[in-house]
């Protein structure tokens, strides 16, 4: 599997997170009543996740103003491949857990069409496999997951993991949904999150902007879509937004307990001195959120035990349980990524060794091995990392282009623009609060850590007519 994730496929995920960057942002603009206010930014978000994944895995394209574009073409499919796609993945525990007999013949609406879902993606991704297993060499994305379809990208995942006889077709079905299941949730979920701090932490977001302003093109990339190179390795090496994204995985991993399993009698130094042998076959579970806020490992500002602390605190003494991109900033000199630069920097790596070095951009702070493992580490580290977190900062880049990210409420542009400064500031606070109170009341596990079920309102608005700069530092 981690051999399909390849720099050409990682120009598919650029490509389509603009495409779908740009869909999101016109259902955002035109959508909505005049209060522009998002009130369902995690459904959106897990659109665009699914939009990207669809393409980038399975070259399929998904329209994404078009909720059930992808009809059946078999008169035994119930439903269509998208809905079937989005169905599984939102009632993954129920379809697994619950026998599948017991989900076709359960007199339940929601267990039979799991059932009919989970026979019907099945049927589609038969078909897929099949396809490319005959026909794998194509330039164009497929549009219908059928028997009818002709053409199909030879970057894609699934393309690339046809190339490998060691795998069956049972093997790339399964290694197929798990990709599907892992990349698409934790995401958008991330995806979302970061929209949140962002808009929690307006000065952040504005020296983001001045560092986008820098390094991107002139145009948005609906005018004039932009290379992946030199683009993309300038969002990494020259920009705030691999911190925000790295501060929001730290703080809100989606995945918060990682299983491993000790080969051999493994020596560990346990409080500062103390030495013990964890025995061969031990199953050992890391507890992410703990390691991410050891206070031994990060970087922190100290904190009055008393004081008020955004996340419910667990260190009191420092900032760790807060939202602060300074803490990745090693190197505040961020000039511009040059090509030239990034050929004598890569000269002699292997392209993996070339994608480790762009995802740790020089400017950031590099924690001690295994105190970040967002993605978890070592030989069964996530192959994704690389995937989403290119989404992530294309989405973010074409948002900041153009946009600001603000807590939204019912007041109208005029009505805040003619507040005093104290009384905006008031505002501020309340909608802060707000939004901190939906989201901890919110978050919730189940395949990943995530906002679940209603969510923080936001909206974006045109840079410059922010209300609420200056406010939060």
Not at 18 to 40: F, M, P, V, Y
Not at 123 to 128: G, I, K, V, W
Not at 297 to 319: C, L, Q, T, V
Not at 381 to 396: H, Q
């Amino acid at each position: 599997m981690r051999l399909a994730f390849t720099e050409k496929n990682n120009q598919l995920v650029w490509t389509e997170a603009l495409e779908q960057s740009r869909a999101l942002i016109n259902s955002w603009t035109q959508g909505h009543d005049e209060s522009g206010i998002i009130g369902k930014a995690g459904d959106d978000t897990m659109r665009l996740s699914l939009g990207v994944i669809s393409r980038a895995a399975l070259g399929w394209k998904m329209q994404p103003t078009d909720r059930d574009a992808q009809q059946v073409h078999q008169k035994d499919q119930k439903i269509s491949f998208t809905d079937a796609l989005r169905f599984i993945l939102r009632n993954v525990i129920l379809i697994i857990a619950v026998p599948k007999w017991l989900l076709k013949m359960f007199p339940s609406y929601k267990l039979r069409v799991c059932y009919t879902a989970y026979t019907s993606f099945g049927h589609y991704m038969r078909t897929l496999i099949a396809e490319r297993q005959t026909s794998p060499e194509s330039d164009k994305p497929t549009t219908t997951p059928s028997p009818s379809s002709s053409s199909k990208p030879s970057s894609d995942i699934l393309t690339l993991l046809t190339h490998d006889p060691t795998l069956s077709s049972s093997d790339l079905l399964g290694n197929l949904f798990v990709l599907l299941l892992a990349g698409h949730e934790t995401t958008a979920h991330s995806l979302h999150a970061c929209l949140f701090l962002l808009a929690l932490h307006p000065s952040t977001q504005r020296l983001a902007q001045a560092d986008l302003d820098r390094v991107l093109p002139t145009q948005s990339p609906s005018s004039s879509p932009w290379p992946y190179t030199p683009t993309a390795p300038r969002l990494f090496q020259s920009t705030l937004l691999p911190a925000i994204l790295s501060e929001q995985l730290r703080l809100l991993p989606s995945i918060i307990n990682i299983p491993k399993v000790t080969k051999a009698p493994q020596p560990l130094i346990i409080e500062g001195d103390k030495q013990v042998t964890v025995p061969m076959g031990t199953m050992v579970r890391l507890c992410v959120p703990a390691v991410h806020r050891n206070p031994r490992f990060w970087p922190h500002e100290e904190r009055d035990r008393g004081s008020e602390s955004a996340w419910p605190p667990g260190n009191r003494g420092n900032d760790l349980e807060e939202f602060n991109v300074k803490r990745w900033l090693v190197n505040s000199d961020r000039e511009e990524y040059t090509e030239k630069e990034e050929e004598e920097d890569h000269e002699g790596e292997s392209e993996e060794e070339g994608e480790e070095e762009e995802a740790g951009a020089s400017h950031l702070l590099r924690p001690p091995k295994g105190a970040y493992i967002p993605f978890s580490a070592g030989a069964r580290a996530c192959p994704g990392k690389r995937f989403a977190t290119i989404e992530v900062l294309a989405v973010l880049a074409v948002i900041l282009q153009e946009y600001s990210v603000e807590l939204a409420g019912p007041e109208d542009d005029e009505q805040v623009q003619g507040m005093e400064k104290d009384e905006r500031e008031r505002l501020w606070r309340k909608r802060k609060e707000e939004g901190m109170r939906i989201w901890q009341g919110g978050m919730s596990m189940g395949i990943t850590l995530g906002m679940k079920g209603r969510s923080v309102p936001i909206r974006i608005v045109r840079r410059g007519r922010e209300r609420f700069v200056g406010l939060d530092g």
